[in-house]
């Protein structure tokens, strides 16, 4: 069993920066992909980032790709989601998710949520 908890969410002017984190409990951190989607009311959430258990592969969707970055420490248990050159497009609310298998790159995949924080962008 894996509990998340995202923070960092807030409103930002175009072009800002926010960081979200993500701290899990449990002791098999370190053996879970951790991945991040967002969704906004009436769609369907999806896909930002994810990182594979250790850290070395990182995996984005096209539209942030050299603007977001994910990255994870497994000593502490905590996933990041670096966000920079923010658009109003973004705005979502994001979840932070762990999944047991190492390819995971759909909702589907991912066995365990938090529970979201809002992300706003203002033009």
Known sequence: QVQLR?????LVQAGGSLTLSCAA???TFSSYTMGWFRQVPGKERKF?????NS???TYYQDSVKGRFTI???NANN???LQM???KPEDTAAYYCAAARRQSALQW???DYWGQGTQVTVSS
Request: zero cysteines.
């Open 6 to 10: 995202e923070s960092g969410g807030g």
């Open 25 to 27: 409990s449990g002791r």
């Open 48 to 52: 930002v980032a994810a990182i594979n």
């Open 55 to 57: 850290g070395a592969n």
């Open 71 to 73: 990255s994870r420490d």
């Open 78 to 80: 905590t996933v990041d």
């Open 84 to 86: 920079n050159s923010l």
């Open 108 to 110: 589907y995949d991912y």
